[in-house]
């Protein structure tokens, strides 16, 4: 009879645990979907934070050419070394440009710009505004009359929609010159000729889908960042948390995107 007790206790443990799981599930949706709404009402309406923006559109862009430039021209490189022996064997390095071109224009750039921002910007946003969560200054901007939510939010989730296109066009640029310089130096290719070859291998369509994947991107980058800071607790440690966070749902989040993004062109292709 006593096991039968225990039976029954540890089915209503397990019963009342699922059920507290579920419950915090559902209300992090609901202040997801509040938070990402609340964004889309105030972004529209007066008072505008121009001042703010800019900085932080200088924050995200300017602030991240540096390792962007360094990754790209690397990328670049290395991407044209590993696909020259695998185009050698068919006697055809002379379509390395255009493969080159398709690959970074369609999928690397968009991509690996937006993995370096979640690195690099997403957690800072994270770190910044857990910061100001744990040290009460969003409360104290709330109680002077100030919107906290307009000022730190709106303003970082538009510099990093404005600036990560922007990043992935100098992106694309940058790797292509790093392969333009492999090429060059493995086949003598002269610069006029290798960019005729990649802009004859891309369409306005790859360049259109490009552009719309770098601004969902963007969004996704600032608002997770916004997110997981506005929303921290538990002192120092939260701060950890809520940088941390930010940078692995944000890379989670891109992938997804670009996953879904890539099977709506193709099938626009086909059309």
Not at 22 to 35: G, K, M, N, S, T
Not at 48 to 76: M, N
Not at 147 to 161: C, D, E, G, M, Q
Not at 168 to 185: D, E, K, P, R, S
Request: charge should be positive.
């Amino acid at each position: 009879m006593d096991y039968s007790n225990r039976d029954k206790t540890k089915t209503r443990r397990r019963k009342y645990f699922i059920t507290k799981r579920l419950d915090r599930l559902f209300l992090e949706l609901y202040q997801i979907y509040a938070f990402v709404s609340r964004f889309f009402r105030e972004v529209f309406f007066p008072p505008y934070e121009g001042r703010e923006i800019i900085k932080q559109c200088y924050e995200v862009g300017v602030k991240s050419l540096p390792l962007i430039t360094i990754t790209a021209f690397i990328i670049g490189i290395v991407f044209t070394n590993q696909s020259r022996p695998s185009l050698s064997e068919f006697g055809a390095t002379s379509w390395l440009p255009a493969l080159i071109s398709v690959a970074i224009v369609r999928a690397m750039g968009p991509l690996v710009t937006a993995i370096i921002a979640s690195g690099k910007v997403g957690s800072s946003i994270g770190a910044e505004l857990g910061s100001m969560r744990v040290t009460e200054q969003i409360d104290a901007m709330e109680v002077s009359a100030t919107n906290p939510y307009k000022f730190l939010v709106v303003s970082r989730v538009l510099a990093t929609t404005l600036m990560i296109p922007a990043l992935t066009m100098y992106t694309t640029f940058v790797a292509l010159l790093g392969g333009y310089v492999n090429v060059h130096q493995n086949e003598l290719t002269t610069l006029t000729t290798f960019f005729t070859q990649v802009f004859d291998a891309i369409t306005f369509l790859d360049i259109i889908a490009s552009s719309v994947k770098s601004v969902l991107f963007g969004f996704t980058i600032g608002m997770v960042g916004c997110y997981k800071g506005y929303h921290s607790s538990k002192g120092t440690e939260g701060v950890g948390k809520a940088a941390n966070s930010s940078v692995v749902t944000a890379m989670f989040l891109i992938f997804i995107e670009e996953l879904l993004t890539m099977q709506i062109i193709n099938a626009i292709r086909v059309m």
